[in-house]
C-alpha cells in the first residue's frame, strides 16, 4: 500500500547524507579559490585601466579634450578643452595622460607661467592647508590628485604660491568645474 511507504526511507536519507556533504565539501573546497591569485608578475597595478573604462572615456568623456599624441613616449595626452589659459598668470591644470601599450592612465598636473617648488594654499573658514608639491612622478601626482580631491569635497578655496608670490587657483566656477570634470574622469578610469 502506497500510503504506509515512508517518504524518507533508509535508502534516500543516505543519498541526501552523500549530496549534502558532498555539496557542502565542495562550496568549502572552491571558497578558497575564488579567482584571488598571487600576482608575480611584478607590474604595478595601480594606474591599470580596464578595457571598457578606456573605451567609455575615448569614446564619450574624450570630446571634451583636446588631444595630442606622443608618438615619441606612446602616450596620448588630454587636456580639457574648457581649461582657462593665461599668457601671464600662472595656472595649475590638470591633463590625463593615456599610455595604451601598457593599459595605465595617469594624472599630470601641467604648471604654465611659473616654476617649481610650488605651494597650493587651501582655505576653508578657519581651517587652512598648505600642501607643497614639487614635479614628481605618476605616485605625487597621483598623492596632489587625492589631496586636492579630498579638499575639494570639503568646500575649499585654493591660492597658488609661487616664490614669494601668491595668486588665485581655481577661483572662478569654470575653472573648478574642469578640476571636478578632470578628476572624476580619471577616477572612473581607474575605476
Known amino acids: 500500500m502506497p500510503a504506509r511507504d515512508p517518504i524518507l526511507s ?109 605651494q597650493i594654499l587651501a582655505q576653508s573658514g578657519q581651517k587652512s592647508e598648505i600642501v607643497d608639491f614639487s614635479n614628481g612622478n605618476n605616485a605625487d601626482h597621483f598623492q596632489l590628485l587625492t589631496q586636492l580631491n579630498s579638499l575639494l569635497e570639503n568646500d575649499y578655496s585654493f591660492q597658488l604660491r609661487v616664490g614669494d608670490s601668491i595668486f588665485p587657483l581655481w577661483a572662478e566656477e569654470k575653472e573648478l568645474s574642469v578640476l571636478k570634470t578632470v578628476m572624476e574622469d580619471y577616477f572612473r578610469l581607474l575605476d
Not at 536519507?13 to 549534502?20: A, E, G, N, P, V
Not at 579559490?33 to 611584478?42: H, K, L, V, W
Not at 604595478?44 to 578606456?54: E, P
Open 10 to 118: 533508509p535508502e534516500i536519507i543516505r543519498i541526501l547524507k552523500i549530496f549534502i556533504f558532498s555539496s557542502l565539501g565542495m562550496v568549502i573546497a572552491f571558497s578558497f579559490f575564488d579567482g584571488y591569485r598571487a600576482d608575480n608578475s611584478g607590474r604595478d597595478r595601480s594606474f591599470l585601466v580596464a578595457d571598457a573604462n578606456w573605451i567609455y572615456f575615448l569614446n564619450v568623456r574624450g570630446i571634451h579634450y583636446d588631444r595630442e599624441v606622443r608618438r615619441d613616449a606612446g602616450m596620448t595626452l588630454f587636456r580639457h578643452s574648457k581649461r582657462i589659459q593665461t599668457d601671464s598668470l600662472p595656472s595649475f591644470f590638470p591633463a590625463l595622460i593615456l599610455n595604451p601599450t601598457k593599459d595605465e592612465a595617469y594624472i599630470y598636473f601641467e604648471l604654465e607661467n611659473a616654476e617649481y617648488p610650488i
